[in-house]
């Protein structure tokens, strides 16, 4: 494992500041990441919803070093977390953070935007991701503080990126490349992928669940998610690191994401050509196959009715 030329070189003292460091994360609900390749570590959350207990982390996180650089990926659910993460990170390598690339808009994927910013890193998101970070920023900010109980304005709104894309883009962390993908309108619009190359590796974000059920919603896009999934079948021998769940490859994927879309789709399709009323559609729906995935009798009503409610809208070219 690769540590920090700078903070533990010493031994001895500095050996305990960095193991206070690793400290004071897990005292913010972040444990230590997983060193899964060369060059890739990443956080594996638990499905919890966020509460105060949690510190908001139920998500995956991943940070990957380079020669020169480190690139992260997502930047978490606040200032706190964003902290933790990079007491973590300097406890593995003093290079700088460069790059944090925000794979979605979700609030946990953007609302430490600011403390990697403060720290020099350059913030990455899909152009179409920027409207919803900038205009619903303010109320990412306003749940984060009601959720965790801290005090009125002690979060920030994420700001806009300091650049975006919107087509593939490498980035050299120095010696080694990593590529950054556009691929559409996923769990929400402006989502990216991010493929390591040289270590086999896809951190593909929210595009993919594992061993929970995926959230449908008003944002979220449900052929143009299949369609997202549908890209990462050309990193066929990838490890995918998923926004929820273990990393594996992409077949564990298929069942808890892309076929459940697919039930979703062509269930609701024949229900609104039909003229099923919504209520007899959410009925009729045999969702029973991803029962056993953690969140289900919290979204599966949910995510019916949104199902409906997008392919309806289809329906009448609306």
């Given at each position: 494992m690769l540590r920090s030329i700078n903070s533990c070189r010493w031994?001895?003292?500095l050996l305990a500041i960095c193991v206070a460091h690793s400290i004071t994360a897990a005292e913010l609900s972040l444990p230590p990441p997983q060193q899964l390749s060369a060059h890739v570590w990443a956080w594996i959350g638990p499905y919890d919803a966020p509460s105060k207990a949690n510190g908001g982390y139920r998500m995956n996180l991943?940070?990957?070093v380079g020669e020169e650089r480190i690139?992260?990926?997502?930047?978490?659910?606040g200032p706190a977390m964003a902290k933790a993460m990079l007491a973590h990170i300097r406890a593995i390598s003093d290079r700088p953070v460069a790059y944090v690339i925000n794979t979605n808009s979700q609030p946990h994927r953007i609302m430490g935007n600011p403390t990697?910013?403060?720290q020099g890193a350059t913030i990455i998101a899909a152009a179409d991701a920027v409207e919803r970070m900038v205009q619903e920023g303010a109320d990412f900010a306003a749940t984060?503080?009601?959720v965790l109980e801290l005090p009125v304005g002690s979060?920030?709104?994420p700001g806009k990126p300091d650049r975006t894309i919107q087509e593939l883009t490498p980035l050299d962390l120095g010696g080694l490349e990593i590529q950054v993908q556009p691929v559409g309108r996923a769990h929400t619009d402006g989502s990216l992928v991010v493929h390591v190359p040289s270590d086999k590796i896809v951190?593909?974000?929210d595009v993919l669940y594992g061993g929970r059920l995926l959230a449908l919603l008003p944002?979220?896009?449900l052929e143009t998610w299949m369609k997202a999934f549908d890209a990462l079948r050309a990193f066929d021998d990838a490890t995918m690191i998923p926004g929820h769940g273990q990393p594996a490859p992409l077949a564990a994927f298929e069942h808890p994401t892309y076929r459940y879309l697919a039930a979703l789709k062509t269930h609701m399709d024949a229900a609104a050509d039909a003229g099923d009323f919504m209520q007899d559609a959410i009925n009729s729906l045999d969702d029973s196959a991803w029962s056993e995935l953690v969140n289900y009798e919290d979204l599966a009503g949910r995510n019916a009715h949104e199902a409906y409610r997008k392919q309806e809208a289809a329906a009448f070219g609306m």
């Open positions: 031994g001895g003292l991943a940070f990957v690139a992260v990926f997502d930047s978490g659910y990697f910013k403060a984060i503080e009601r979060v920030p709104a951190y593909a974000g944002v979220s896009g």
